[in-house]
């Protein structure tokens, strides 16, 4: 059975199915923050989603990863790289992108399994 949480019309921010747990793209709530900001941002609203699925980031499968500006990679990884479980880490990929809004500057999608 399919189960979606956190839904509108367009989309749900979580659907999980079987054992896997995917997560919309997560964009920062306050863009107002720069790259390192509002990565902190995202991470936190996918240890939420994640959570409410059952899972957590010890179980991520897969992350992709859009940033806005390249230049600002390093930015984004210090964030990414505190929070990881690095005893777990996911297959990822990353490339520059423009990004839905001038002001956002990283997105981040990620597939987990359920524990």
């Given at each position: 059975?399919?189960?979606?949480?956190?839904?509108?019309?367009?989309?749900?921010?979580?659907?999980?199915?079987?054992?896997?747990?995917?997560?919309?793209?997560?964009?920062a709530?306050?863009p107002?923050q720069?790259?390192?900001?509002?990565?902190?941002?995202?991470?936190?609203?996918?240890?939420?989603?994640?959570?409410?699925?059952?899972?957590?980031?010890?179980?991520?499968?897969?992350?992709?990863?859009?940033?806005?500006?390249i230049s600002?990679?390093?930015?984004?990884?210090?964030?990414?790289?505190?929070?990881?479980?690095?005893?777990n880490?996911?297959?990822?990929?990353c490339?520059?992108?423009?990004?839905?809004?001038?002001?956002?500057?990283?997105?981040?999608?990620?597939?987990?399994?359920?524990?």
């Amino acid at each position: 059975m399919i189960e979606r949480q956190h839904k509108n019309q367009r989309m749900s921010q979580l659907v999980s199915f079987a054992n896997l747990v995917w997560t919309a793209g997560q964009v920062a709530k306050d863009p107002s923050q720069d790259m390192a900001g509002q990565t902190e941002q995202i991470l936190a609203q996918i240890d939420a989603l994640l959570a409410d699925a059952g899972s957590n980031k010890s179980a991520l499968i897969s992350a992709n990863i859009w940033v806005s500006d390249i230049s600002q990679f390093a930015q984004m990884n210090a964030v990414w790289d505190a929070w990881v479980d690095s005893e777990n880490p996911p297959v990822r990929a990353c490339v520059e992108s423009r990004l839905a809004r001038d002001e956002l500057l990283v997105e981040i999608q990620v597939v987990a399994a359920k524990l």
